[in-house]
């Protein structure tokens, strides 16, 4: 079975536009390079445990893809419950920027890079979500599925 199911800690980053410069093109979000790096480094590592994971050449592929992002400090309270969110953020959906599809591009280009599978185009079912970590945790879990994998 192809299967392979990682942790990516960092900072999620979008991928979107380019900004043309006197000197080229660049990318217009300056921390899509270290989110990049972080997933490469982290698909690799997990390629190398894994005995099992062959890199994807032809067959289609799913991702399930869960961005966690840092809250913001005005969902706590403050003074001795410090620690406690407030009822109104318990349940509160991640509706701010980044956009999903963007976050999905830079981490699919990244996954590329490591040699997770030959090109994102594979990629034929996408599951992605964006949720609220907590005042310290940032990134992602990625779980790969290659199509005989689902078939088994």
């Given amino acids: 079975m192809s299967s392979l199911t990682f942790w990516v800690a960092g900072s999620p980053a979008p ?37 099992e ?20 400090q005005t969902h706590y309270r403050t003074g001795k419950q410090w ?18 599809d963007k976050v999905c591009r830079s981490t699919f280009d990244a996954l590329t890079d490591a040699g997770v599978w030959a090109d994102d185009a594979q990629v034929t079912v996408l599951t992605a979500t964006k949720v609220w970590g907590d005042r310290i945790t940032e990134g992602a879990w990625i779980t790969i599925n290659t199509k005989e994998a689902i078939d088994e």
């Fill in 15 to 51: 991928q979107g536009s380019k900004i043309r410069t006197r000197y080229g093109m660049r990318e217009s979000s300056t921390r899509v390079r270290p989110w990049r790096e972080a997933v490469k480094a982290a698909a690799m590592d997990a390629m190398d445990r894994d005995d």
């Fill in 53 to 72: 994971f062959t890199p994807i050449e032809h067959s289609g592929v799913t991702v399930q893809v869960q961005f966690l992002f840092r809250r913001p």
């Fill in 83 to 100: 620690k406690d969110l407030r009822p109104r953020f318990l349940h509160a959906p991640m509706t701010r920027k980044p956009d999903i």
